[in-house]
C-alpha cells in the first residue's frame, strides 16, 4: 500500500519497459486467499530486469532505495527459498 496497491505498481513495473510481470494482489489479498498468488507473477527475464533497475539505482530514492534493500537482507520468511540458497555471507 506504500506505493497505491498492486495496481500502482504494476503500472510503475511496466513504464520502466518491464513488461514479463504481473502484479494484481497485495498480501493481505493473498492471505485471504491463496489462490490469488498465481495471479502475481514473473519470468526469469521479467525478474532479472528488475533487479537490474535495481542495482543500477536509477528507479528509486535514496531512501526508497535504502528501504528496498533492507527488506531484501532482512527477510526473515522463506529460509528454503531463493534466499536460504545463497552462500552464507552473501548480500
Known amino acids: ?4 496497491g498492486p ?7 511496466q513504464s520502466m519497459g518491464i ?11 493473498m492471505h485471504a486467499d491463496d489462490q490469488v ?4 507473477w514473473t519470468s526469469m527475464k521479467g525478474a532479472a530486469e528488475i533487479l537490474k ?3 543500477q539505482k536509477t528507479q528509486l530514492s535514496e ?4 528501504l528496498l534493500w533492507k527488506w531484501m537482507v ?3 520468511t522463506g529460509p ?3 534466499k536460504g540458497l545463497l552462500p552464507a555471507g552473501t548480500g
Open 53 to 55: 533497475k535495481f542495482e
Open 80 to 82: 528454503e527459498r531463493l
Open 63 to 66: 531512501t526508497s532505495q535504502a
Open 37 to 40: 498468488q498465481y495471479q502475481n
Open 74 to 76: 532482512e527477510t526473515t
Open 7 to 13: 495496481a500502482a505498481l504494476h503500472d510503475y513495473i
Open 1 to 4: 500500500e506504500l506505493v497505491g
Open 19 to 29: 513488461k514479463e510481470t504481473a502484479v494484481v494482489a497485495n498480501e493481505a489479498q
